[in-house]
């Protein structure tokens, strides 16, 4: 058989034939009911396919599909590692996976222990007791942790803090988060060595702060070295520090951020707890605060009601000063589960594993390639990522970090993460995560490198690439500004 590159896949609409049945449905054993007519259309041709025909439609789509149960997977910020099978046999169980938010909290209270567990090892992994499970991802953990910070001031009377600080460093939803709760975001620089210039912030916390939003390790891949001294300096203008945890997996068992001087933080379980999170979710963006910020936290949390293990109940209950919900019923269930698991599946022994190999693994790739892609902090020893610029390769050959990342798709390699964060030009975020192994590493820091040559010796096969793709290089603008939303055949 020949395999024709880069042929399109024929879409279902075109798959179909006039008299194809893809089931059989039995007769009605209800009363018909006629639709009003203003509800009913006749122009909706829907395509008459087979059975067979949708399946192999749809497998031949997936086998085009790049996941992280085929290679790695280096897309800085997102923490994209593999996930372990035991996850989706415990999300299959039928207590978990049948169970059904309107039940009777009596009926439910395997799922409810499950989710009371869940907030205590959050809580305590991130040294922060009070935990919500509410959020759906991570950019929603972030909205809740500062409406909690919001709230803590207004509860006091102290409606006259106006702005948030965001590090030009921070994950780039941190000002949007600000500007949502209805705050001016402050711009707070970084030094040379990368980390929250002090004079800076120090400039500008004063009594109409809010609070810091402090992304750590931060979107350069390194630890904020004066982490302390920057809570102190917030703590003292009357602000809070909210943590964006979404870099967990490079501190987990290791640093807590409660005891750093983090009074908020959020967590994205579909990156450190290894829910898969390709595709647009699902996530889970589980919030945890200092003890007496718990009484803000959405709800219902859940609770424990009685005392020994086998007396003990469950339920669910409102902070006495919630802010709300701010998702319907509790949270991304199951994505939770896929996060308990993992997390007992390591225990408290071994959790500081998982941050351990996946600093090596960004530092070994970094030592790989920081000599031919200049690293701007290559000085430093990076967390769980690093950054790189192919700046030097625009100025000397004309190509950009677009055209790396496009070729890089025919050494068979997801790219990495392109053109964030905006303080470095031409930037390259490489997240490889632990799951990756030496053998893996090397083989894309390969692809890497001799990208580099061709970049020196035949600079038009990146501008060309990808080459070998079912789709080569698209057209940006006009897919923005002409889109095509459905089938017009």
Same mark, same amino acid.
């Given at each position: 058989?020949?395999?024709?590159?880069?042929?399109?896949? %024929?879409?279902?609409?075109?798959?179909?034939?006039?008299?194809?049945?893809?089931?059989?449905?039995?007769?009605?054993?209800?009363?018909?009911?006629?639709?009003?007519?203003?509800?009913?259309?006749?122009?909706?041709?829907?395509?008459?396919?087979?059975?067979?025909?949708?399946?192999?439609?749809?497998?031949?789509?997936?086998?085009?599909?790049?996941?992280?149960?085929?290679?790695?997977?280096?897309?800085?910020?997102?923490?994209?590692?593999?996930?372990?099978? *035991?996850?989706?046999?415990?999300?299959?169980?039928? @207590?978990?996976?049948?169970?059904?938010?309107?039940?009777?909290?009596?009926?439910?209270?395997?799922?409810?222990?499950?989710?009371?567990?869940?907030?205590?090892?959050?809580?305590?992994?991130?040294?922060?007791?009070? *935990?919500?499970?509410?959020?759906?991802?991570?950019?929603?953990?972030?909205?809740?942790?500062?409406?909690?910070?919001?709230?803590?001031?207004?509860?006091?009377?102290?409606?006259?803090?106006?702005?948030?600080?965001?590090?030009?460093?921070?994950?780039?939803?941190?000002?949007?988060?600000?500007?949502?709760?209805?705050?001016?975001?402050?711009?707070?620089?970084?030094?040379?060595?990368?980390?929250?210039?002090?004079?800076?912030?120090?400039?500008?916390?004063? @009594?109409?702060?809010?609070?810091?939003?402090?992304?750590?390790?931060?979107?350069?891949?390194?630890?904020?070295?004066?982490?302390?001294?920057?809570?102190?300096?917030?703590?003292?203008?009357?602000?809070?520090?909210?943590?964006?945890?979404?870099?967990?997996?490079?501190?987990?068992?290791?640093?807590?951020? @409660?005891?750093?001087?983090?009074?908020?933080?959020?967590?994205?379980?579909?990156?450190?707890?290894? *829910?898969?999170?390709?595709?647009?979710?699902?996530?889970?963006?589980?919030?945890? *605060?200092?003890?007496?910020?718990?009484?803000?936290?959405?709800?219902?949390?859940?609770?424990?009601?009685?005392?020994?293990?086998?007396?003990?109940?469950?339920?669910?209950?409102?902070?006495?000063?919630?802010?709300?919900?701010?998702?319907?019923?509790?949270?991304?269930?199951?994505?939770?589960?896929?996060?308990?698991?993992?997390?007992?599946?390591?225990?408290?022994?071994?959790?500081?594993?998982?941050?351990?190999?996946?600093?090596?693994?960004?530092?070994?790739?970094?030592?790989?390639?920081?000599?031919?892609?200049?690293? %701007?902090?290559?000085?430093?020893?990076?967390?769980?990522?690093?950054?790189?610029?192919?700046?030097?390769?625009?100025?000397?050959?004309?190509?950009?970090?677009?055209?790396?990342?496009?070729?890089?798709?025919?050494?068979?390699?997801?790219?990495?993460?392109?053109?964030?964060?905006?303080?470095?030009?031409?930037?390259?975020?490489?997240?490889?995560?632990?799951?990756?192994?030496?053998?893996?590493?090397?083989?894309?820091?390969?692809?890497?490198?001799?990208?580099?040559?061709?970049?020196?010796?035949?600079?038009?096969?990146?501008?060309?690439?990808?080459?070998?793709?079912?789709?080569?290089?698209?057209?940006?603008?006009?897919?923005?500004?002409?889109?095509?939303?459905?089938?017009?055949?």
């Amino acid at each position: 058989m020949t395999i024709v590159a880069n042929k399109p896949e %024929p879409l279902i609409y075109e798959l179909g034939a006039p008299g194809r049945i893809g089931a059989e449905l039995p007769k009605c054993d209800v009363p018909i009911t006629r639709l009003p007519n203003r509800l009913l259309r006749d122009d909706l041709k829907l395509p008459e396919v087979s059975e067979v025909d949708v399946v192999r439609h749809f497998t031949r789509l997936s086998q085009k599909n790049y996941c992280v149960d085929l290679g790695i997977y280096p897309l800085g910020s997102c923490t994209m590692k593999y996930n372990p099978k *035991v996850n989706e046999e415990a999300v299959k169980l039928p @207590g978990l996976a049948q169970i059904h938010p309107y039940q009777d909290e009596g009926s439910a209270q395997g799922a409810l222990q499950m989710l009371y567990e869940l907030q205590r090892m959050l809580g305590e992994i991130c040294g922060l007791p009070g *935990v919500t499970l509410q959020p759906a991802a991570g950019a929603q953990g972030e909205l809740t942790g500062i409406l909690i910070v919001r709230a803590y001031h207004l509860a006091r009377g102290d409606a006259k803090r106006k702005k948030v600080l965001v590090p030009d460093s921070a994950h780039g939803t941190n000002p949007a988060t600000s500007s949502m709760s209805g705050y001016q975001v402050v711009q707070i620089k970084s030094d040379a060595r990368g980390n929250v210039d002090l004079d800076d912030l120090r400039k500008h916390a004063d @009594g109409e702060t809010v609070g810091l939003m402090l992304t750590n390790p931060n979107t350069l891949g390194l630890f904020e070295e004066n982490i302390q001294e920057v809570c102190r300096i917030v703590h003292a203008a009357g602000g809070l520090v909210y943590g964006d945890g979404a870099n967990l997996n490079a501190i987990v068992g290791i640093a807590r951020p @409660g005891d750093l001087g983090i009074d908020v933080l959020h967590s994205n379980l579909h990156k450190t707890f290894s *829910v898969p999170h390709g595709g647009g979710g699902p996530g889970a963006g589980a919030v945890m *605060v200092r003890q007496d910020l718990a009484k803000f936290l959405p709800g219902p949390i859940v609770v424990k009601v009685g005392g020994a293990r086998r007396s003990a109940r469950y339920a669910f209950a409102m902070p006495k000063q919630s802010i709300g919900r701010v998702k319907s019923f509790y949270g991304n269930f199951l994505a939770l589960v896929r996060a308990y698991v993992y997390i007992r599946a390591f225990g408290k022994e071994h959790l500081h594993e998982i941050a351990e190999n996946a600093v090596i693994n960004a530092n070994y790739l970094l030592a790989r390639l920081k000599d031919t892609y200049h690293a %701007p902090f290559g000085a430093r020893r990076c967390k769980h990522e690093f950054v790189l610029t192919g700046k030097p390769f625009a100025d000397k050959y004309g190509v950009h970090t677009l055209d790396i990342a496009k070729r890089i798709q025919d050494y068979g390699f997801y790219p990495p993460t392109i053109y964030f964060p905006l303080t470095v030009p031409e930037c390259i975020m490489i997240e490889p995560t632990e799951s990756e192994s030496k053998a893996s590493l090397d083989e894309f820091a390969a692809a890497l490198l001799k990208i580099a040559e061709e970049a020196a010796t035949n600079p038009q096969v990146l501008k060309d690439a990808p080459h070998d793709a079912p789709v080569t290089r698209l057209d940006d603008v006009k897919a923005a500004r002409e889109p095509v939303l459905c089938y017009k055949g």
